[in-house]
């Protein structure tokens, strides 16, 4: 019967692994598994919004630009391009190149 393969366990020669015994990986595998806890990863968990929250005190701080006049609203995708991007107009309606 073989030993069993801890395939987490970083790379070491054959003949060190022989030597461990199925306590030794135990514990190493306990330990590997500890929680920890970013600081990074709970600080950003901290500015996330979740759906359904009440964000009805909260102000918009990004500027809204009126459309151009070199630039089209796409009748297909709804988004505004520069005229470069249209890519057929029919019956008044102009489509992007991408929803083409």
Do not use: I, W
Not at 8 to 16: K, Q, S
Not at 24 to 43: I, T
């Amino acid at each position: 019967m073989s030993k069993p393969t801890d395939y987490d366990a970083p790379y070491r020669p054959g003949v060190e692994v022989e030597d461990d015994s199925l306590e030794e990986l135990k514990a190493r595998g306990a330990a590997s598994q500890s929680a920890r806890v970013d600081p990074d990863d709970a600080e950003a968990a901290e500015n996330f919004e979740l759906p359904g929250a009440d964000l009805s005190g909260e102000e918009l701080t990004v500027a809204v630009v009126p459309m151009q006049p070199d630039e089209f609203r796409c009748a297909r995708c709804f988004l505004v391009h520069h005229r470069s991007q249209r890519a057929t107009q029919r019956d008044g309606q102009q489509v992007c190149q991408e929803c083409s």
